[in-house]
């Protein structure tokens, strides 16, 4: 969640990691600081608040030298303030930045006190550096210093550490939080993610678990979990530098909504063959694997896991196969029943979901096999996953997902259709889905055509605190794919229920003061969700509707707009995206930060 960015080099480091830092506020943060080696001591420079302020800072103070390391908190111990900000000092010789969360912080802390360590900060974090010192004034070495903290450390941690006595050194280590390493020529880099490091390389080395890397101009070491020596593979970004522009959208979100004709179409081109779904796409040991799946569990966070209740209606109805979709956070800590056959379905936009990882490591015994639908193919989840189907989506950097959630869905139909022709799909069937799928792209142009009207509609919402989100069928976990959107940016209240399900409780908060939208595409469900919404006419509620045939007309408390038509495979893809300009437009007119919304992060990767 938080942000580390680590450089040396023979050129100044400061403004590397100050753009590097820039390049990671997607994530989301409190405060940022940086710590240089100026070939004498170590320097530190910290700021509550954005990266901006941190660059006024360094500009007013400059910080100089050829090593060192910066970060982005996002506060998990402590309060935002500058005094909990990274980098954390032990005795003016070691920084250390950190991502992750210490569980056993508090003894670590006790001991490292009674050995007469004094703590200037409320975080987990600041343990490692002191206990870091401890293990110098033993007698160690550096490398034996490090892997005895890291065996100490309990819990998630990405670090990066400097220390005076090693100039031009960077030392990585990463257990449960992800960590790539940038290789130049003549200097090398540490970040949390390969986006923080585009302007000064395109070439990476991913660590895996356990690794620890000692890194400085001219030289990567790594050692594994079992403190053997270890090579990793050199890897090149696969998209240009472009791709992480506005390209002049007034925020990432719209451009990247504005994306998904373009990306949707990238998640099926080349997995089509003679209008069937290639099943070589999700790897060479797929056909095998699929041939022997009896059920299906599906785990994923948050927006990954609305896509992956779309996905279960789809297998039980097109393929006729038995789909479970469970929260990651919860599936992990519970006692969980697996069948025999079971295919593990992991959806995670980045990969390194902490949740979901770890629901994938806790059951790889007990399971058949595991798919990652994911967007960065050098991910955690990808690389312990035994087959994947990489989304295709880009860059993502607005913290609310838009496009990685549409190629999620692509993604889990192609998966569908693959499994379903094992079972009750026939290949008639699979080539008409097929062909509705091949359509996607240029009915989502179209509905992207509604985005003035869209506009219109949300100045009688902006005012609003609290809002109702209703869909039936597919249609129901896009309405709580719209309200989780709305709450993300907007800061409105929502939730969103089965339509169905309103005379069961929700309708009690009905009133001229609680708008309600609702997706209602014109298939069998339409007529009861004309029902419906009478009852919430009733009440004086105020209606925002996406409809998909003249059955339902503006009235009086009836906003209404119509969808484009289209095969009804593609509803919850299509209808997705005006919730997504919905929301948007609502966040702008109430003046919140789209891109970075308030204490929410682009990727979770602590519990």
């Known amino acids: 969640m938080c942000g580390i960015v680590g450089a040396t080099t023979e050129r100044s480091v400061a403004q590397i990691l100050i753009e590097g830092l820039h390049r990671l506020e997607y994530r989301g943060y409190d405060s940022a600081g940086m710590a240089i080696w100026d070939g004498e001591k170590i320097n530190r420079l910290r700021r509550e608040g954005k990266v901006q302020q941190l660059d006024d800072a360094q500009q007013q103070t400059p910080l100089s030298g050829h090593c060192g390391i910066a970060h982005t908190r996002w506060a998990t111990h402590g309060i935002p303030a500058e005094h909990n900000a990274h980098p954390h000092m032990s005795n003016e010789r070691i920084a250390v930045v950190h991502n992750g969360i210490i569980e056993n912080f508090e003894p670590i802390k006790a001991d490292l006190q009674a050995q007469g360590y004094v703590f200037s900060s409320q975080t987990d974090s600041e343990v490692i550096a002191h206990l870091l010192d401890s293990l110098l004034n033993k007698g160690v070495n550096l490398l034996e210093a490090v892997q005895e903290c890291t065996k100490t450390l309990k819990g998630a941690f990405a670090l990066g550490i400097i220390v005076k006595d090693y100039p031009g050194q960077l030392i990585a280590a990463r257990k449960g939080s992800p960590l790539v390493l940038g290789v130049g020529i003549g200097e090398n880099f540490i970040a949390s993610d390969q986006l923080a490091l585009l302007p000064v390389t395109d070439r990476f080395m991913f660590l895996e678990e356990g690794d620890i890397a000692f890194v400085d101009r001219n030289n990567i070491d790594i050692w594994d979990a079992q403190g053997n020596r270890a090579e990793r593979a050199v890897s090149k970004y696969a998209h240009s530098v472009t791709a992480t522009d506005k390209a002049g959208y007034k925020h990432y979100m719209m451009k990247e909504i504005y994306e998904q004709p373009v990306v949707t179409q990238e998640a099926f081109n080349d997995r089509i063959k003679d209008g069937l779904v290639d099943e070589n796409c999700f790897g060479e040991d797929a056909a095998e694997l699929f041939s022997q799946v009896k059920q299906i569990h599906i785990i994923a966070c948050g927006t990954s896991y609305h896509a992956g209740l779309v996905a279960k209606y789809w297998m039980e109805s097109i393929a006729g196969i038995p789909t479970h979709v469970e929260v990651a956070s919860e599936y992990r800590y519970r006692k969980v029943v697996i069948s025999e056959g079971t295919l593990f379905v992991s959806v995670s936009q980045s990969g390194e979901t902490a949740d979901t990882l770890a629901a994938l490591r806790n059951v790889k015994d007990q399971i058949l096999g595991s798919l990652a639908i994911c967007n960065v193919p050098s991910s955690s989840l990808v690389r312990e996953s035994n087959l994947h189907l990489l989304t295709n989506a880009g860059p993502e ?105 309103l005379k069961h409780g929700p309708l009690a908060l009905v009133d001229k003061d609680m708008p309600v939208v609702t997706v209602a595409p014109d298939n069998e469900m339409l007529e009861k969700l004309k029902a419906n919404l009478q009852e919430v006419r009733a009440r004086g509620g105020e209606l925002f509707v996406f409809c998909g045939s003249d059955a339902i007309t503006k009235d009086e408390g009836y906003n209404v707009l119509r969808m484009p038509a289209m095969p009804e495979i593609l509803e919850p893809i299509i209808y997705t995206v005006p919730m997504q300009l919905f929301s948007y437009h609502v966040a702008v007119l109430k003046g919140t930060d789209v891109d970075q919304p308030r204490n929410l992060a682009k990727s979770v990767t602590v519990e």
């Open 397 to 501: 950097i607005g913290v609310a997902s838009t496009k990685a959630f549409t190629t999620q869905l692509v993604a889990l139909l192609l998966t569908t259709l693959v499994i379903g022709r094992r079972f009750e799909l026939t290949q008639q069937r699979e080539l008409e889905l097929v062909a509705d799928l091949q359509k996607l792209p240029a009915i989502l142009a179209q509905a992207l055509h509604m985005d003035s009207d869209i506009e219109q509609m949300t100045h009688s919402f902006a005012e609003k605190n609290h809002s109702l989100f209703l869909g039936r069928g597919t249609l129901y976990p896009i309405a709580m794919e719209g309200a989780l959107k709305l709450k993300e940016i907007s800061y409105i209240h929502a939730e969103a229920y089965p339509a169905g399900e």
